[in-house]
């Protein structure tokens, strides 16, 4: 599959068969994390791996009430937590560079997220993009210390149902030429 159809065809599953992922799997998507853009290679992404039923039935209890993905976290195979270290990406000799302050972790660890569903969805298997969860708490079960953010809960498995692709902008509707407003055609 190459690039762009990965990423036209990719959808967020939330329902999942129990079949296992195997290891070698796990570290090609780990590979994907690893191998992510980040700002002057800062790399500073962590990951948790939750396999253990009891660990995905605390993480439900911690995710946003009715949250559509409570039953993928539960059947996944595995569940990534994608966290990012604060101070670090953004910085230079620990000064701030942009006006996103310490928020850049969030597009580092969004890139890397991006990465780990496109090379799991070429491998055959889904994923959903969770950030709605008490990010505090997450963070406190996982024992994260104080300066590594969770930034999104991720389960990966083998789709038990093909997703449907949702509506898309058009081009004209958010491309601009030179200056705001001046949409592309």
Not at 20 to 27: F, R
Not at 85 to 110: C, H, M, P
Not at 115 to 127: P, R, V
Request: some cysteine; glycine content about 8%; overall charge neutral.
């Amino acid at each position: 599959m190459n690039t762009l159809e990965c990423i036209k065809t990719r959808r967020s599953i939330r329902r999942f068969t129990d079949q296992p992922i195997p290891d070698d799997v796990l570290t090609q998507l780990l590979e994907a994390i690893r191998w992510s853009p980040s700002w002057a290679n800062t790399q500073c992404w962590e990951v948790v791996i939750v396999k253990e039923q009891a660990s995905k039935e605390k993480l439900v209890e911690l995710l946003t009430e009715n949250n559509p993905a409570t039953k993928g976290v539960l059947q996944a195979p595995l569940v990534v937590v994608v966290c990012g270290k604060k101070g670090i990406s953004g910085f230079k000799r620990g000064e701030a560079q942009t006006v996103q302050g310490d928020n850049w972790y969030l597009f580092d660890a969004g890139i890397a997220c991006q990465n780990l569903c496109l090379a799991a969805h070429s491998l055959g298997l889904g994923t959903v993009n969770i950030g709605s969860f008490d990010h505090k708490k997450t963070g406190e079960f996982l024992g994260l210390p104080e300066d590594i953010e969770p930034v999104e809960i991720i389960p990966v498995g083998y789709p038990a149902k093909e997703g449907k692709a949702p509506p898309r902008k058009e081009l004209s509707e958010f491309v601009h030429v030179e200056k705001f407003g001046q949409t592309y055609k």
